[in-house]
């Protein structure tokens, strides 16, 4: 997953504070992230980020997910 600095994300779990939205100040083996609501920073090792990750926010914008495999089209299937 593609996360930067300076994204928002958008979490599954919300911070105890009840806020969803973290600020990324630092990538690497471990995130370095900020609840947007009570401005605490946290470290989180980057696989339980990505784990809870329910949106990207860049430049105000939502950014799409990696795409997954294409399934197999249905149209294609039923032709048969
Ligand atoms: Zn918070």
């Known amino acids: ?6 994204d928002l994300l958008q979490m ?4 105890p504070c009840g ?4 600020l990324v100040g630092r990538v690497g ?3 370095r ?3 947007q609501t009570c401005g ?3 470290m989180v090792p980057r696989a339980k980020v990505e784990k809870n990750i329910r ?7 939502e950014v799409e997910k990696a795409p997954k495999k294409a399934p197999p089209s249905r149209e294609q299937e039923r032709q048969k």
């Open 19 to 22: 806020g969803n939205t973290f």
């Open 1 to 6: 997953m593609d996360v930067r600095v300076g």
């Open 33 to 35: 992230i900020k609840c």
């Open 40 to 42: 605490h920073e946290v």
């Open 55 to 61: 949106k990207i926010i860049r430049d105000g914008a």
């Open 29 to 31: 083996m471990d995130f």
């Open 12 to 15: 599954k779990k919300p911070h």
